[in-house]
């Protein structure tokens, strides 16, 4: 049987929203809703020189048909749709935007526990059934909480907790102190504890690091381990498995999936280290099916961190290895390059922002391509890629294809 496309390779830049969503004015970061919030409009104004981004591959999509984007302009692109895409789902989290791209329909947002850490009746059970003092417990950054308490967790063999603004509980121990089978044993019990409903946390995330002391810490980012929710319902990613499709990911797609539905995945190191897989992918490998793609870093390393200009240096280097990418797409190959949520690094707070995301939507076999309008659920990607590979959308899941790709 044949499809207009054969690989479809979706690449989710985590967090790079564009405009807040209608209904931003019920989330808030730090007591500020988050009307107003553009992640790539605001970090474009701040970057050095008054010059803006340089991304000249997504500018070669149309990504300035979306907004105004300083350093970008509008051109003519045969080759790529464009469009912004809102969120349908409750929430502003990693999960439930990835769910919905695959056709979950998400009702009430997951629970996070940032503002006090974790209550003391979990974290009791969580020291008298792994036999560790937890130290800790409170939002923190990754790498200072480190600094923080790293060698108190050396000396004590204790576990160090934290959360996030993401609805996620993370176990942080030293790999040569705890031992890494260890941390992972105490995470097992952690989401066994947090599968209750006052307790529900989308992620549990094993956090293993290294070093001597705080001066030289350093989190070991292949070993880390997530648990996360499986989704309630077989996804579109569970209709492809089952039809003899391919569902290859990279990153942390398979964690945040519960491997529901995956048929090959890669964990990552970097966003670098994920281009170097997809890239690889499209190189070596003639799959059926899908490559579904998470680069985290824009999220991790520069959203929450609140660094409006590393994130720009970081979307320009991913623009570069786009461009790469490009060089190995065969004629029935489609990319779709997109995000999960917003995370605005010029914002209040340390949260995600409730934003639209761009859809970027690129084959060489488009000749006529252009803005679209703008889609109502991250869904439809999901409904897209089913339609393509001639699958009927089950009744349990949203979303409606984009014609345009197909035809």
Known sequence: MSYKFKRIFVIVADSVGIGAEPDADQYFNDGQNDVGSNTIVHIAERMPDGQGLNIPTMNSFGLADLDDIKGTFKVSHPHSYVARAREESKGKDTMTGHWEMMGVYTTKPFQTFTDHGFPKELIDELEAKTGHKVIGNKAASGTEILVELGEEQMRDNSLIVY?????????????????????YRCCEIAREICMKDEWMVGRIIARPFLGNDKTNFKRVVAHRHDLALKPPVKTVMNVLKDNGFDVSCVGKIGDIFDGYGVTKTQKTSSNEDGMDKTIDEAKNNDFTGICFVNLVEFDSEYGHRRDPIG????????????????????????????ADHGNDPTWAGTDHTREKVPLLMYSKNFNDGGYLEERSSFADIGATILKNFHLEIPKHLIGHPIEELLK
């Open 311 to 338: 994130y720009g240096k970081c979307l320009e280097a991913f623009d570069k290895r786009l461009n790469e990418l490009l060089q190995y797409l065969k004629d029935d190959d489609l990319v779709i390059v997109t």
């Open 163 to 183: 959360t996030s603004a993401d609805s996620v509980l993370q176990i942080s121990a030293h790999e040569e102190v705890t031992g890494l089978e260890e941390l």
